[in-house]
């Protein structure tokens, strides 16, 4: 009806003129419909009728820049003016100053807060993590960690600075969208990794074959630097008889070789000894890591046997088969004997030979000899060459 259209109109225009920012700036204004079919002359009268009877639903949307450009978009209501369009358009200014858009991103592990420096601030990160500001607006943002993170730096700003543990991101002029990214870790030991020779054995004997132990690990820490990081070499009663100790101000690798020495400059005797490594940050967080340490100067024992046995002039008509045993009580074998070997050639006075090595680079030799072979009855029956 036509006087439904006038009423919904005066409304619509109370509406938008009484509706003001926090600036105290007529806001803009973008109706979901507008009024059509307008008879001046039936104005006043059905204006008065609608405010008696009806009560109309009125939809507003506060709509705010996506980028800098400066006219005035025709989708949007300016201050006193009227809607030109049936939908509100991406574009939307307050008494004609553009809106820059600013998004605030939070990364990392770790938990915290960006906050804007308004007195009501328009970022409050968690909550609100996007917010609008008029064209050439310098902002400064606010990064707080909680009890459990850090913050780890700032992406996006123009210069950043920091005071008692908050850190600061400054937009000097907001000419156009802008994004910013606030990395939060969270607070946690170092992470020690172990790159040592698994077996951790040596041989302080002085043969140039594993004469010293190399201790090496990687240290990973996330924020919290200087990392401090000490080696306690410990003997089977406990007691410490030699340390390494140092700091790295990076994630790196320590490198430590022990020559069996303790602290008296004095060889340490064969035996288990346990490696203690400790590592912590500059938040007092620490991490430790325990392994044993073998110190093993004595070969191991290599041991050979043939099968069959001769016959009482040393002679065997069949194959003979030699094999080696090799056992080692202080580091263990790293590398075993060949072992079964066939001796199948006729000959005399043939031999077999094996190697044996153990953790801590000792070695042990030995030889089978003496292997003789005929595979013919011979027709003397001299004791040199005769088989029984």
């Known amino acids: 009806m036509p006087h439904l259209a006038f009423t919904r109109e005066f409304m619509l225009n109370r509406r938008e003129q009484g509706a003001r920012d926090s600036r105290g700036r007529r806001k803009a204004r973008c109706f979901s419909e507008q009024p059509y079919g307008l008879v001046a002359l039936w104005r006043g009268l059905l204006v008065v009728l609608g405010l008696l009877f009806v009560e109309w639903p009125i939809t507003t949307l506060d709509v705010y820049a996506a980028s800098g450009t400066s006219h005035l978009s025709d989708s949007c209501l300016s201050s006193g003016g ?32 960006v906050i ?8 409050n990160c968690g909550l609100s993590c996007i917010s609008t500001y008029d064209l050439g607006s310098s902002v400064t943002l606010l990064a707080i960690s909680n009890e459990n993170s850090v913050f780890s730096g ?54 140039g074959v594993k004469d010293a132990l190399a201790i090496s690990f990687d240290v990973q820490e996330a924020i919290s630097f200087p990392v401090a990081w000490m080696i ?43 490696a203690h490594i400790e590592v912590a940050n500059a938040d007092g967080r620490s991490m430790t890591k325990d392994f044993q340490i073998f110190v ?24 003979v088969i030699v094999t080696f045993n090799c056992t080692d009580a202080g580091s263990g074998i790293a590398l075993g004997p060949v072992s079964p070997q066939v001796v199948s050639v ?15 680079g000792n070695r042990a030799d030995l030889s089978v000899n003496g292997i003789s072979i005929v595979r013919h009855r011979p027709v003397s029956r001299s004791p040199a060459c005769a088989m029984e």
């Open 82 to 113: 009227k809607s030109h369009s049936r939908f509100a358009g991406p574009n939307c200014h307050i008494d004609g100053v553009p809106q820059i858009t600013l998004t605030v991103t939070k990364m990392g592990k770790g938990r915290g807060t």
């Open 116 to 123: 804007s420096n308004e007195s009501q601030p328009k970022i």
């Open 154 to 207: 700032w992406s996006g700003c123009d210069f950043t600075s920091s005071d008692n543990f908050i850190n600061f991101c400054t937009l000097q002029s907001m000419n156009a969208d802008r994004a910013v990214r606030a990395t939060f870790q969270g607070r946690s030991a170092p992470v020690i990794i172990d790159k040592s020779d698994a077996s951790h054995a040596f041989s302080p004997n002085g043969d």
């Open 232 to 274: 306690s070499i410990k003997d089977s009663g406990g007691i410490v008889i030699k340390t390494f100790q140092g700091t790295l101000a990076v994630n790196g690798t320590v490198n430590v070789s022990w020559d069996g020495k303790d602290t008296t400059n004095a060889l340490v005797r064969d035996g288990i000894y346990r």
């Open 296 to 319: 093993d100067r004595t070969p191991p024992l290599l041991v050979g046997n043939r099968s069959p046995e001769p016959n009482t002039y040393g002679w065997n008509d069949t194959d």
């Open 346 to 360: 006729e000959g005399q006075g043939q031999s077999r030979s094996a190697t044996c090595t153990d953790n801590a």
